[in-house]
């Protein structure tokens, strides 16, 4: 026998404008195991909550109903105020008669038996809560943050700052990622590598960072407060500690490749630094050109290497730690230029993308900062910069606005006419898009005080013309058709999930959009967290941003795993699944379906175990489960049956 | 060519259960309700955390109970908080839509959809509908004449 004690809410007029509390109040008082009932103008009013209060103390109420609003408006207040009586806090249910009844109907009659039905099931179903505890799981003090772009590099700081470990792993041989590549930003024009170079110092000398470059992340087990994570590093063939930066090596290496960093515009040798900046500062082997590494053909540098620090006999490194919680900033790939077939990037020299213009302003870029058409390495008289290629189009490439390519095409045709006085740079676009801060001002820059020509429309074709590009579009102001020629094409595309954003997703099993772009656990108050608990997400892994938008981004999700790591323990709400062993089959169905992994089979117990920490209380189990075993705590099958017979009752 | 009894009393108040979830329908009703878009009171909701804790059963004992209709109701595919709750619950539904079919349960009692938090016009349009429909059939189990093809 329960001693149910319901209260009735009539949040002023809102629900007792439609409902007829007195009848509501009459009904119930007589229903089974109700032994108290109440009514009050506002329920969550600090008078309303103390009338709950009193009456748990005084009726020795066992289970609390309060029939008001929705759940996620006060299900935690009603919580904390039969917790503060005494009374276990799962013991609670809110039985939700406004969103669901008294704000959807205007027949009073017929509202007042709906809420009364209403309330009946959830007192069915609180009559069978048991009460519960929440878990304390043990947390690892330490975070890991995953790839070195500005967004990793930020969230790194910020967490070490707090005086926590942190473990940055990053994929290339130096940290920096696409940032460290661009000349200018916008849209202040201050110099890239002038505002991320300190920062990467900073992570490379900080005590509480460790830097692991040319590493990734293999495999992730656990859960939040303790994920434990295999990380390869992968052989850099250069002793880090020994390598002064002499440069002796690159000097005799016969081996020359295109070179990365500057988006292949200029060559490398197979022993380099990625830029004179790179942290850790140090060469790296590439392994796939080299001619010393297996079998050994050439081994030029290190026989000219004074300090000893070249060894082709390192071998990858599986290294295994334990992190509290991780940060993904695996950040973004350009959208393949080559797809967009009919602007002929590939195949037409000056035809050339955003980060190879981005490379070719740059002073220490290939031409030193010289705009030079790749082709015979003249000046461009004429650049044509187009907007949304192969964004925008859902017909043939990406559907959505990567939202800073209007912005970086006005910058690339705004710093070429800094370098070209008497230059033309025409830019094609759909709308420009300036949203963010100064960014309509830098706009207008660019149009008024620069002249940089703006064009609405789209360019159908750039074919070669002799020397020159013959570009042909539309204009979709005055529905002209266009004709001209230029020097040079430059294609502002948009962006893509990174390679290692897809990867890293299917490793710690994130959801991801349908771009592949991570999710966020909520679009608009959950910014930075995953479906994942413990894993956060910050930069461009969950969609296209701008810098200021990635480095705040990064700072929030460094706030949020510090949250986790500031206490030796963590609270996990336990309405989870619990298996009954007594009456268990061991069929394994349950395990299949868990979304989580959290349900697994022991041997040594010859028993299916649920993982409270993985968890998250979906219930799927339970209905799938042929058996009846395996139950969602406080909203098991007889729990629902007996809400459904009471709702039903005439 | 045997004789038919000529149903002709149609239900003027039906039952349907609704099932939401916490997420995304249960926010999609809620939304209705801030709205304040109506729809008819016939409709009689229990919440559970995700629709893939509905128990194909609970459905059938529904509608042993005296439902006029079952209405389940549950986040989009790809937007389920619990990442692939909604599969499960479609692909179990699908096999039970077929069951109740082949028993004799009109279709038009049996309603699975999805509905975003944001979509509390669709919520309200979905059910009013079905309650629409149901009003235009006789009333089903313990209380109605049963056996309809």
Known sequence: MSKVGVFVCHCGRNIAHTVDIKKVLETIKDYEDVVHVEDNMYMCSEPGQAVIKEAIKKHDLDRVVVAACSKDMHEDTFRIVTKEAGLNQYLTEMANIREQCSWVHEDKKESTEKAIKIIGSTIERVKRNQALEPYHIPVTRKALVIGGGIAGIQAALDIADAGYQVTLVEKDSTIGGKMAQLAETFPTLDCSQCILTPKMVAVGRHPNIRLLTNSEVENVDGYVGSFKVKIKKKPRYVIEEKCTICDDCVHVCPVIVHDEYNAGLSPRKAIYIAFPQAVPATYIIDPNTCLGIDPLICAKCKEVCDPKAIDFDMHPEILDEEFGAIVVATGFSAYPYEEIGEYGYGNIHNVISGLEFERLLSANGPTQGVIRRPSDGSIPKTVVFIHCAGSRDPAKHLPYCSKICCMYATKHALQYKHLVHDGVALNFYIDVRTAGKDYEEFYKRATEEESVIYVRGKVSEVIQDGEKLLIRGVNTLTSESIELHADMVVLATGLLPSKGTQEISSILKLSCDSKGFVKEAHPKLKPVETAISGVFVAGTASGPKDIPETVAQASGAAAKAQIILSSDFLERDPVIAEIDDLTCGICHTCIHVCPYGAISYDEGQNKVLVNEALCEGCGSCAAACPSGSIELRNSTYESISASIKALLKA | ?149
């Not at chain 2, 349960?105 to 016009?121: L, Q």
């Open chain 2, 1 to 149: 060519m045997s004789k038919t009894s000529q149903v002709t009393e149609l239900n003027s108040n039906p039952n349907v259960v609704l099932f939401l979830c916490r997420w995304c329908s249960g926010k999609g009703a809620d939304l209705a309700g801030t709205s304040r878009l109506h729809y008819p009171t016939n409709v009689l909701p229990i919440m559970v955390n995700c629709s893939s804790r509905i128990d194909p059963q609970h459905v059938v004992e529904a509608f042993l109970e005296g439902a006029d209709g079952v209405l389940i109701t549950g986040c989009h595919f790809g937007d389920c908080h619990y990442k692939t709750g909604n599969y499960k619950t479609f692909r179990r539904m699908s096999l039970l839509s077929r069951l109740l079919k082949q028993v004799g349960v009109n279709p038009k009692r049996f309603r699975i959809t999805w509905i975003s938090a944001t979509e509390g016009s669709k919520f309200a349009k979905i059910t009013t509908e079905m309650v629409e429909d149901l009003k235009k059939l006789p009333p089903y189990g313990k209380n109605g004449k049963g056996g309809e093809s």
